[in-house]
């Protein structure tokens, strides 16, 4: 991990749809509870994304997106990995090519990540640090117990990734 890397993490979810709030709490989290650091910016991001596209124009060196995930684990576990790779618009038919484009008002993050692609401002280091949620399939507000005990799990974790000094454990 590079000191000088300019990095943004943004917190990815629907407040509405319980533990799938976990990005958006993350972010908050880590505002309230990290002490600033000039090389690092974090933004909601919510369920849209085009805002994110827009925010990468600016340049980072690398994306973190704090999300829910739902790997069949123990509800409130923390991953980190790198994203997958996106598909590439320019290798899509000119009839999905436009479908793709028709509406990007309600563009969900994954497809504004293609975008940021597609306009080459999407970093070459992209991950997730995801939380496995318990409860997301209903529309209700309020994260499990397990999932909000993750949050300043997760931010620890994340800053020792990132080599930040200090960590939530020297709070």
């Known amino acids: 991990m590079n000191c000088t890397d300019k990095i943004l993490i943004a ?4 407040e509405l749809r319980q533990d799938d709030a976990f990005g958006i709490e993350f972010v908050r989290a880590w505002e309230r509870d990290m002490p600033a650091i000039d ?14 596209v827009q925010e990468l124009h600016t340049g980072y060196d690398m994306l973190i ?6 790997y069949q ?3 409130g576990m923390i991953f980190i990995e790198e994203l997958e790779a996106l598909s590439d618009i320019e290798l899509m038919p000119l009839d999905q090519k436009r479908e793709f484009l028709a509406d990007m008002h309600y563009t969900n993050p994954t497809r504004a990540m293609m975008l940021a692609k597609a306009l080459k401002v999407l970093p070459e ?3 997730i640090i995801g939380c ?8 209700d507000i309020g994260m499990s117990d397990e999932v909000t005990a993750a949050i300043p799990i997760a931010i620890n974790e994340l800053s020792k990734w990132l080599e930040l000094k200090p960590s939530l454990e020297s709070k």
Do not use: C, W
């Not at 933004?43 to 849209?48: H, L, Q, S, T």
């Not at 997106?65 to 739902?70: R, T």
């Open 132 to 139: 496995q949620s318990a409860k997301h399939d209903d529309f």
């Open 73 to 75: 684990r123990e509800p």
């Open 125 to 127: 280091k992209v991950y």
């Open 65 to 70: 997106l704090a999300d829910a995930v739902d």
């Open 11 to 14: 917190g990815v979810g629907n």
């Open 39 to 52: 090389r690092i910016q974090t933004m909601e991001v919510g369920i849209a994304g085009i805002h994110l």
